[in-house]
């Protein structure tokens, strides 16, 4: 044991024996930035809790107490530090990194569903009773539901109230509070201030608001506008997030480039048009939108966060596979590579079966003909547009048309669901149940819907390829085996080889064909 680690924990005492309890001290001494948003350090001799980087004075072991989440901070009894801005951070990776109830439950929690269903929504989502959710999710992160959604509600309403001109009244409703009371006597116990007061304080450029605060109301369109800067925990390389978005881009339904992204989406209460850039110095992204209804903002910013993969814990990711001598030099070329998420998970799943097996540009033209001829307002078609007219428009050999008409007939119905808060073995299962859906385009929807780390698609044709050129195994078994060193991060293990593909065609010249016909670099990889 190291000297400073003797140190500590004499100063530690008998939480000394807490190997967990050390690390995060650790960070919150050094003032760690790589640890913002991934647990909360409550300071109970001032009643306030920070971000581990705050640059406040370290307080004294005893009266440190860590939490998973504010609302656990919330319910001790602390506020949030008025000079850290401890929710202006990133979001935890371990949602996504886990696959227990309370990490489900949180997805759902910050798409919104308990301001739009209730905790009876959450609980019957997750398969479970609100008694056995609330006992599970007190255990696991120290708050129950309606806590946790209160926080959630707070923090959203302090990133309106500092990013956009909308009035008080506004922000209360589009941050999901039932009541101009409610939200005032939540962010009072929560921010010890008054929504005008955090407007007046953090009016100013921050990880957590926009730059700037443009106008809210645009009357020509009878639509809101809001302004928001979203945080990434750096390295974030979302320049190939960008690359990626602007290759795969559907004529008529998205515009992007290297530097912009746009297009409409469908929320729970409205559409909404979406403009996004990266903001300056890699530290996160610039989202701009015109929403129907301020009430899906939450949603809005919980999905784009998904679609950029902003939470990803990219300093753990990069460590981890950079340990390996052969990805090392792919980790050192791209630091911070993030999962190209899903603003939809139905269309996601459309775009992939039909992508499969032709090339981008083919991909491109036929679901560019499809939104054309079956969309409406500029949005890519509904499963139940598909299921009645898909045969009618889709084009190619007649076993492909019968999977998509197939797995749309399936949606359409609600004998599919593709729910964020489902867990991943059985989002996979059912569907690999459907006719002409394989494990590939499983694994790969788990990847891209539920932001899953841990996928190696060992069935791919240019994982294989690349695994191959670069000396790893190159056979579906032996690769499977040797990936399991990259757990918990094998998607993006499986990302860096996609990335390698010209290296290695450059390297070993065309190869033969293996494995099933699966075109992953028309889908993610290119």
């Known amino acids: 044991m190291s000297s400073a680690r003797t140190v500590l924990s004499r100063q530690i005492g008998d939480r000394a024996a807490d190997p967990l309890f050390a690390l995060r001290y650790g960070a919150l001494s050094s003032r760690d930035s790589r640890f913002d948003g991934q647990f909360i350090a409550g300071v109970h001799s001032t009643g306030i809790y920070c971000r581990p980087s705050c640059p406040a004075m370290t307080p004294q072991p005893r009266n440190v107490s860590f939490y998973r989440t504010a609302a656990a901070a919330h319910e001790a009894g602390l506020r949030a530090c008025k000079r850290c801005q401890p929710d202006a951070v990133p979001g935890s990776p371990d949602w996504n990194l886990r696959d227990d109830l309370a990490s489900r439950a949180m997805r759902l929690i910050s798409d919104g569903v308990v301001e739009r269903e209730g905790v009876l929504g959450l609980a019957r989502h997750l398969g479970y009773t609100t008694r ?86 645009e009357v020509s369109t009878g639509s809101t506008r809001v302004d928001l800067r979203l945080p990434a ?11 990626f978005f602007a290759g795969h881009a559907i004529p008529g339904l998205e515009t992007a480039s290297d530097e912009r992204f746009e297009r409409a989406v469908r929320l729970p209460h409205g559409i909404g048009h979406v403009s996004i850039e990266l903001a300056n110095a890699g530290s996160g992204i610039h989202c701009t939108a015109r929403l129907e209804s301020v009430a899906d903002v939450s949603t809005l910013v919980a999905r784009v966060r998904r679609l950029f993969d902003l939470d990803a814990d990219s300093f753990a990711i990069d460590e981890a596979l950079g340990a390996d001598d052969t990805l090392a030099p792919l980790v050192a070329a791209v630091p911070g590579i993030r999962l190209p998420g899903s603003l939809d998970a139905e269309e996601t799943l459309f775009r992939t079966l039909i992508g499969q097996q032709i090339s981008v540009a083919a991909a491109r033209t036929v679901l560019g003909r499809l939104t054309a001829e079956l969309g409406t307002d500029g949005l890519f078609p509904t499963a139940a547009q598909l299921a009645e007219h898909g045969t009618e428009v889709l084009r190619g050999p007649a076993s492909r048309i019968r999977t998509i008409v197939g797995v749309a007939e399936a949606l359409a119905s609600g004998d599919l669901a593709l ?18 859906v394989g494990p590939w385009t ?47 991060w094998r998607s993006y293990a499986a990302l860096h080889l996609w990335r390698a593909r010209p290296v290695a065609a450059q390297k070993n010249g065309p190869r033969k064909a293996i494995g099933p016909p699966a075109a992953s670099l028309d889908t993610i990889g290119g």
């Not at 996928?455 to 791919?460: E, G």
């Open 419 to 436: 729910d964020v808060a489902t867990p991943v073995d059985e989002f996979e299962a059912a569907l690999v149940r459907l006719p002409g």
């Open 233 to 243: 925990r750096a390295p974030f390389d979302g320049a190939g997030l960008m690359r």
């Open 132 to 217: 056995h959710l609330t006992r599970v999710l007190v255990a696991e992160l120290g708050a129950g539901p309606l806590a946790l959604a209160r926080a959630h509600r707070a923090q959203t309403a302090r990133t309106l109230l500092v990013g956009t001109d909308l009035s008080i009244a506004d922000v209360a409703f589009a941050a999901g509070f039932s009541s101009i009371r409610q939200f005032n006597d939540t962010v009072q116990a929560v921010y010890e201030m008054t929504p005008s007061e955090i407007r007046t304080k953090w009016l100013k450029p921050s990880l957590g608001s926009s730059l700037s605060r443009p106008g809210a109301e």
């Open 442 to 488: 499983a694994g790969y929807l788990a990847m891209r819907v539920l932001g899953n780390p841990d996928v190696l698609l060992t069935s791919d044709l240019v994982i294989l390829q690349s695994a191959a050129a670069l000396g790893l195994p190159g056979t579906a078994r032996d690769l499977a085996g040797y990936g399991e060193r990259w757990a918990p």
